[in-house]
């Protein structure tokens, strides 16, 4: 259980854990791990209810009928995995605004708030862009040794990597506070 309760967990076991969930995957509901999907047919239904004739005439959805189905799992797997993983460890700092983004843009909560809203939104975008999500293309595309995932992947963390450093600049204090 010690493990558990590591700040840094050992990425072989991490790869393991996770190429095991991937086999896992295909072999009961022969697709790959992603997490995007669950949201789309989240708004769809969501559109059906709200307006079922502007959803009925979604092509789209005459191939890929929505449903509440396993990808959702993932999504709670995620969120109950990440928050479990903080916990036991003891490494989550109860801050609403963390100082790196303190230091750089204020205290508000509300452009926090609004920024990762924001910053999740254009995520969620650029994911059905791409056909597929960072775990979608990350996890299950790379280890399909698909070129496109690849690629995906490297424009991903280029992409991350001159956003973070554009909002925060070279300064490396205070990163241990995200």
């Keep these: 259980m010690q493990g558990m309760k590591s ?5 072989y ?13 295909f072999a009961t ?9 669950a949201f789309e047919y989240a708004a769809a239904l969501t559109s059906r209810v709200l ?9 789209y959805f005459t191939d890929h009928t929505p ?3 396993w990808e959702w799992m993932v999504v709670l797997g995620v969120l109950l995995g990440s928050g479990l993983s903080s916990w036991l ?19 508000s909560v509300a452009l926090r708030m609004l920024s990762a809203f924001a910053g999740g939104a254009v995520m969620m975008l650029g994911a059905r862009l791409a056909r597929g999500c960072t775990s979608g293309h990350g996890i299950t595309g790379a ?18 990597s001159l956003t973070a450093l554009l909002m925060f600049g070279r300064d490396h204090q205070g990163v241990s506070d995200v």
């Design 89 to 107: 460890s003891g490494d989550r700092k109860h801050a609403i605004v963390p100082a790196i983004w303190q230091r750089r843009f204020g205290d």
């Design 29 to 37: 509901v022969d697709r790959g791990l992603g997490i995007t999907t």
């Design 7 to 11: 700040k840094k967990w050992s990425p």
């Design 143 to 160: 280890m399909q040794l698909a070129v496109s995932s690849w690629v995906f992947i490297m424009v991903a963390f280029a992409t991350a």
């Design 13 to 25: 076991a991490v790869g393991t854990g996770i190429g095991v969930l991937s086999w896992f995957a």
């Design 51 to 59: 307006s079922p004739g502007i959803a009925s005439s979604n092509s």
């Design 67 to 69: 449903t509440v189905g």
